[in-house]
């Protein structure tokens, strides 16, 4: 390819320096130019004539310097390519769609840095693009979750399995709570569900309260026949119960008739 400037289009300083050197330096100058055309990047220029990346950037800008010829950027080349092939719009797409910044470079069929040169020539704002598109995927994962459960989970049935766990993170992450999450995508409050399981588990809570509650009452009892006339002060200290779990305790064995009492107020002693 005939590289050569016309003599109209030189500048008298041009014209001069192209003086100084002898043709076998200006062909050289042009081969160069031709082999960069070629390969698209200095290193595999340098690679084939056995040269270093740097001297073939001087020879290059000496070519550029005397009007032999202009050559474009390789960035630059490649840029302008991939502007031309790939949209703004295919970039959001995938964005929105959720896509990683792998899947997005498989996708496009390109590097990751040549995905960040576009991002920057589209001015995409990725982090604000990303955040829409985690809530898309998340919310994906939330309807799926329903369709395997049958209906809207409540908070507990979220985090009680290991991928409603994490979706509740997630969900904590990019809507600020579940609250906000159910607002946000007008989902209901699911009504409280009681189960089988639930009851079961209620009762035997109530049953555990109450033999409890009745053997610390026994408790007191005891310790009351053991020791005679004794106050409330006392009974307190050395069970070490709460002042105001004591007068319930005591009120409810002197209804049962359990124990007796003597004298009022501060002076009252049981028995």
Not at 112 to 141: C, H, M, Q, V, W
Request: charged share 35%.
């Amino acid at each position: 390819m005939d590289t050569y400037k016309t003599g109209r289009n030189k500048t008298k300083y041009q014209k001069i320096q192209q003086d100084a050197i002898s043709k076998e330096e200006i062909d050289r100058l042009i081969s160069v130019k031709n082999m960069y055309e070629r390969f698209g990047t200095f290193q595999e220029v340098a690679n084939r004539m056995g040269l270093t990346k740097p001297r073939i950037w001087q020879m290059m800008k000496k070519g550029r310097r005397l009007g032999l010829f202009h050559y474009v950027i390789s960035r630059k080349h490649k840029l302008n390519q991939l502007t031309k092939s790939i949209s703004r719009d295919n970039i959001v797409n995938l964005i929105k769609k959720g896509y990683r910044i792998s899947e997005i470079c498989k996708e496009l069929s390109i590097r990751p840095p040549e995905l960040n040169a576009l991002k920057d020539f589209y001015k995409i704002r990725l982090k604000s693009n990303t955040r829409l598109a985690k809530r898309e995927r998340y919310l994906g994962k939330y309807l799926e979750f329903v369709t395997g459960l049958g209906h809207h989970p409540s908070t507990r049935e979220l985090v009680n399995s290991k991928a409603g766990r994490s979706l509740y993170n997630n969900i904590w992450m990019y809507w600020g709570g579940i609250d906000s999450f159910r607002k946000i995508n007008n989902i209901a409050k699911p009504v409280f569900r009681v189960t089988e399981k639930f009851k079961q588990g209620r009762r035997k809570s109530i049953r555990g309260k109450q033999l409890g509650k009745m053997k610390r009452l026994k408790r007191v009892k005891d310790f009351i026949k053991s020791r005679g006339k004794i106050s409330s002060k006392e009974i307190r200290t050395d069970l070490n119960l709460k002042t105001s779990t004591t007068i319930l305790y005591l009120k409810e064995l002197v209804e049962c008739q359990a124990i007796k009492t003597e004298g009022k107020a501060r002076s009252r002693k049981y028995f």
